[in-house]
């Protein structure tokens, strides 16, 4: 054991005799050979430091995958958001929400001890979008990490749109999707919406694919709302519908209307190092600048 392991070490068992809180951690991974290897890595290197695993009430979830994997991981954890943050290894290519590589396995869990012996973790906070589908059976409400899209299962989606409770447009089209800042890089980015910055508490409306010509109108362009403003969507028929939130899909068909905001509570992702916004996304969809 190299020396600053056992500083971590000892910093941690003082931490628990003097009652303070360590950090509790569970990992949630995509299943692949990579994957599997590099949880087995992490369980065994956390062993070593004295972290113990919580599958119930971590503090830290671990995501090792892609975006995917941290999708399932923020759903699965998704009534703790209060107690629990997220951090991601990108097993694939570099994900918005997965910036550690597998090779970078010890440093986190360095990371994640010294977290422990010096609590509290240190995170950063994202929003995410709340939804409520009001259906004949009540409402059911939801929480979505990179968006929410509402489309026709079978036929043009013909929908009317309030904001703030007065009527905005009668919007008819492929779908229409409602996207966090942090998600606005996903989806929303191919419906050309803007690429908002996580520390902006809003949701994003982008349009897919709306009909436009001198009998059907809706704006056409994106809208940022901000926290405390609200978009209820009405669908005008009966028809059948597919939401999406996140990777997950279902279809409805009997949706009275949805009402989306920015949720009260936070998403939280460890901050053991550095890794800017525009960083991400330039890596992401830039690369390399050629002088
Ligand atoms: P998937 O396997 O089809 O992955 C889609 C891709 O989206 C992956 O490359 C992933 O890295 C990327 N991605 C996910 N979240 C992102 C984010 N916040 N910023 C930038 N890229 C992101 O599907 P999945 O793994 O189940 O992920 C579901 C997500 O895929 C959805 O939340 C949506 O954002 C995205 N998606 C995009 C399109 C599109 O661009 N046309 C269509 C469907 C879904």
Redesign the pocket.
Known sequence: MCLGAELIMIKLSLSTIRGEPAVKYNVVHRGDDISIQTKDLLHELAAKRGLKQDINEPDLVVSVG???TM?HAFHMYSSKLDTTSFVGIHTGHL???ADWKPQEVESLVDSMAAASASPPLRTVKYPIVQIEIATEKGIQTHLAL??FTLKGADATLVAELHINDERFEMFRGDGICISTP??S???N??LNGALLHPSLEAIQIAEMASLNNRVYRSLGSSIVLPKHHHCDIYPKKKMNMLLTI??MNVQMNHIISIRSMVAETKVSFARFRPFPFWNRVRE?FIGEIVE
Do not use: I
């Open positions: 892609g975006d995917g999708l994900g918005f929400y990179n968006e942090s998600g890089t996903g989806y980015k191919s996140d990777h992401a």
